[in-house]
């Protein structure tokens, strides 16, 4: 391939995710941009019908029973001669480190608020992940269908909970029950809504110019009054949207619509395409690589097990760096040392994966996985690089996990190992005893072990409690002291799945203690992959 359909490839892809609360429509919105992106063809209520289950980014039992978004799902399409690369998070706070981890291989981010509550914690917890990475980040008000607050008390609490500037690029015409439409300040054109038809992409009707008289007609004398009103007041009071402040990640993009409707919601993805970046580089130990370096780099961001029950097998989702993926190229694993010929990495599309034949930067492709790859593994065509980045999280909830029948010992430890690769939970197991215990970050995580052991592993487990508060990963540049202190303090260490050395406090008042009386051990509460 020549330099310039390489460099074409490269340009046109766009590699985001969705970031909200919990119920401010990331399901709903994800849908639509499935059906803009023509994946599906119509759309209707989600959670109602079964295809729409299936085109659902979340595909294990536990996420459709409980209608949480536990998993990262990814999704390729094509859009205004843009490629796309979805990747969806989990929804709830329990998962976060997956979706932490997942924002590392995006290269921005569509804030989803809801109009309604303005932003809520969760976002602010997400948007300080996407602060420390400088992610570039677009933002969709949405539920203009609906009573919302005041759009500008909205964007002020944008503005000084998450230290962004909102750049309004649509303005909303009325809401709740009389949302007719969006205003495009930077297009001078007003779209009009019609309710009812979010199953579908719509035939929206367009009124060019503020000062037209047809705007009189479509909206009403009184909102044509206040939208030129509001408009005059915005664009002297407001800020101009500027390209380098957005993609420097102090500026977002704002428009508005409902995603329940499927309004507005082409106005944001005309956002990505046009505005938002094509694939950033990347930091290593050694250097920073870009999407133009021509020599294939890429990083594990995620490991699933039993994404196809009918193949029982584990996938490491890759996120391509720089270079080209083509079918039956040779990768050097950096942290084995071993070489790799991949011929069947996979793209998918929500449940369904495919067999790719090429890959570009920003494209994320699954590998699969006999239990060498780790997440923060760095694959290239050579080169001894590590990327940076990805995070592990010391869990804060601990408990200790029985098995019901004894017999399935060993069926129990594969399966944990399994799930701890994959960052679902870490396991741990003291130097002194057999114990196996289980670290979390939030209670749900516990909950979705127990039904996964039991649906993909047949293995019936329960926890006991115990008194555990905290786990430190230990380092020491002193070989001889770090013996010592581990000789001393074998009661209280563990290896996690990756053989890591690991203090597990009883209290955090012991931990203290300790950390006082070996200055020169390094306790880490985030360990890099
Ligand atoms: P999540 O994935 O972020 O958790 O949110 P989800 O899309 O499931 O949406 C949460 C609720 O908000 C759903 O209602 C959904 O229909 C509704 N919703 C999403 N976007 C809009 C919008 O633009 N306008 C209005 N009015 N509602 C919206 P639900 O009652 O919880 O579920 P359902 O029974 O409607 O499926």
């Given at each position: 391939?020549?330099?310039?359909?390489?460099?074409?490839?490269?340009?046109?892809?766009?590699?985001?995710?969705?970031?909200?609360?919990?119920?401010?429509?990331?399901?709903?919105?994800?849908?639509?941009?499935?059906?803009?992106?023509?994946?599906?063809?119509?759309?209707?209520?989600?959670?109602?019908?079964?295809?729409?289950?299936?085109?659902?980014?979340?595909?294990?039992?536990?996420?459709?029973?409980?209608?949480?978004?536990?998993?990262?799902?990814?999704?390729?399409?094509?859009?205004?001669?843009?490629?796309?690369?979805?990747?969806?998070?989990?929804?709830?706070?329990?998962?976060?480190?997956?979706?932490?981890?997942?924002?590392?291989?995006?290269?921005?981010?569509?804030?989803?608020?809801?109009?309604?509550?303005?932003?809520?914690?969760?976002?602010?917890?997400?948007?300080?992940?996407?602060?420390?990475?400088?992610?570039?980040?677009?933002?969709?008000?949405?539920?203009?269908?609906?009573?919302?607050?005041?759009?500008?008390?909205?964007?002020?609490?944008?503005?000084?909970?998450?230290?962004?500037?909102?750049?309004?690029?649509?303005?909303?015409?009325?809401?709740?029950?009389?949302?007719?439409?969006?205003?495009?300040?930077?297009?001078?054109?007003?779209?009009?809504?019609?309710?009812?038809?979010?199953?579908?992409?719509?035939?929206?009707?367009?009124?060019?110019?503020?000062?037209?008289?047809?705007?009189?007609?479509?909206?009403?004398?009184?909102?044509a009054k206040q939208l030129r009103e509001e408009v005059e007041l915005i664009e002297s009071a407001l800020s101009v949207f500027d390209r380098?402040?957005?993609?420097?990640?102090?500026?977002?993009?704002?428009?508005?619509?409902?995603?329940?409707?499927?309004?507005?919601?082409?106005?944001?993805?005309?956002?990505?395409?046009?505005?938002?970046?094509?694939?950033?580089?990347?930091?290593?130990?050694?250097?920073?690589?870009?999407?133009?370096?021509?020599?294939?780099?890429?990083?594990?961001?995620?490991?699933?097990?039993?994404?196809?029950?009918?193949?029982?097998?584990?996938?490491?989702?890759?996120?391509?760096?720089?270079?080209?993926?083509?079918?039956?190229?040779?990768?050097?694993?950096?942290?084995?040392?071993?070489?790799?010929?991949?011929?069947?990495?996979?793209?998918?599309?929500?449940?369904?994966?495919?067999?790719?034949?090429?890959?570009?930067?920003?494209d994320i492709i699954g590998l699969h996985n006999y239990g060498k790859i780790q997440i923060g593994d760095t694959f290239t065509q050579g080169?001894?690089?590590?990327?940076?980045?990805?995070?592990?999280?010391?869990?804060?909830?601990?408990?200790?996990?029985?098995?019901?029948?004894?017999?399935?010992?060993?069926?129990?430890?594969?399966?944990?190992?399994?799930?701890?690769?994959?960052?679902?939970?870490?396991?741990?197991?003291?130097?002194?005893?057999?114990?196996?215990?289980?670290?979390?970050?939030?209670?749900?995580?516990?909950?979705?072990?127990?039904?996964?052991?039991?649906?993909?592993?047949?293995?019936?487990?329960?926890?006991?409690?115990?008194?555990?508060?905290?786990?430190?990963?230990?380092?020491?540049?002193?070989?001889?002291?770090?013996?010592?202190?581990?000789?001393?303090?074998?009661?209280?260490?563990?290896?996690?799945?990756?053989?890591?050395?690991?203090?597990?406090?009883?209290?955090?008042?012991?931990?203290?203690?300790?950390?006082?009386?070996?200055?020169?051990?390094?306790?880490?509460?985030?360990?890099?992959?």
């Amino acid at each position: 391939m020549s330099d310039i359909s390489f460099s074409k490839e490269v340009a046109r892809r766009r590699t985001f995710a969705i970031i909200s609360h919990p119920d401010a429509g990331k399901t709903t919105i994800t849908e639509k941009v499935l059906l803009l992106g023509r994946v599906i063809q119509i759309a209707g209520s989600v959670k109602g019908s079964f295809f729409n289950r299936s085109v659902r980014s979340d595909w294990m039992n536990m996420e459709r029973e409980r209608g949480i978004s536990i998993s990262t799902s990814v999704m390729q399409f094509p859009y205004r001669g843009s490629l796309i690369n979805l990747l969806d998070t989990p929804g709830h706070a329990d998962f976060s480190e997956d979706t932490y981890r997942t924002l590392t291989a995006v290269d921005c981010c569509l804030m989803l608020i809801d109009a309604v509550k303005g932003v809520e914690n969760r976002t602010c917890q997400l948007m300080h992940v996407t602060r420390l990475h400088r992610t570039p980040v677009l933002t969709f008000m949405n539920k203009m269908d609906r009573e919302i607050r005041d759009p500008i008390t909205v964007m002020d609490e944008v503005q000084s909970k998450l230290k962004l500037i909102c750049s309004p690029i649509t303005w909303p015409i009325g809401f709740g029950k009389l949302f007719k439409g969006v205003y495009h300040l930077y297009r001078h054109e007003a779209y009009l809504y019609q309710s009812g038809k979010g199953h579908m992409i719509q035939e929206v009707r367009v009124v060019k110019g503020l000062n037209n008289p047809e705007l009189e007609i479509a909206i009403g004398e009184v909102l044509a009054k206040q939208l030129r009103e509001e408009v005059e007041l915005i664009e002297s009071a407001l800020s101009v949207f500027d390209r380098h402040q957005f993609l420097q990640g102090t500026m977002t993009p704002v428009f508005f619509g409902t995603a329940l409707g499927n309004f507005g919601v082409d106005h944001v993805l005309d956002g990505i395409v046009d505005w938002g970046p094509s694939p950033l580089p990347r930091y290593s130990n050694e250097r920073i690589v870009t999407a133009m370096d021509q020599d294939f780099s890429g990083f594990i961001f995620k490991i699933q097990a039993n994404m196809d029950r009918k193949h029982r097998d584990r996938v490491a989702f890759m996120r391509i760096v720089s270079g080209k993926y083509k079918k039956g190229i040779k990768l050097y694993h950096v942290r084995t040392g071993k070489n790799l010929v991949v011929t069947s990495a996979l793209t998918f599309m929500a449940g369904d994966r495919y067999q790719t034949e090429e890959a570009y930067p920003g494209d994320i492709i699954g590998l699969h996985n006999y239990g060498k790859i780790q997440i923060g593994d760095t694959f290239t065509q050579g080169e001894k690089i590590k990327f940076f980045g990805i995070p592990n999280f010391a869990p804060e909830l601990f408990r200790r996990i029985r098995l019901c029948d004894p017999l399935k010992q060993k069926q129990l430890l594969k399966g944990l190992v399994q799930l701890s690769e994959e960052g679902a939970i870490q396991i741990f197991r003291p130097l002194n005893n057999h114990d196996l215990i289980v670290g979390a970050l939030g209670v749900l995580q516990f909950d979705v072990v127990v039904s996964r052991l039991k649906n993909e592993y047949n293995v019936i487990a329960a926890y006991e409690e115990m008194k555990i508060v905290a786990a430190r990963w230990v380092t020491c540049n002193n070989t001889s002291k770090l013996q010592e202190f581990q000789r001393k303090n074998a009661t209280y260490l563990a290896l996690d799945g990756s053989e890591n050395l690991t203090y597990i406090a009883p209290t955090m008042v012991h931990l203290s203690m300790i950390q006082e009386r070996y200055p020169e051990i390094v306790f880490w509460k985030m360990r890099e992959h």
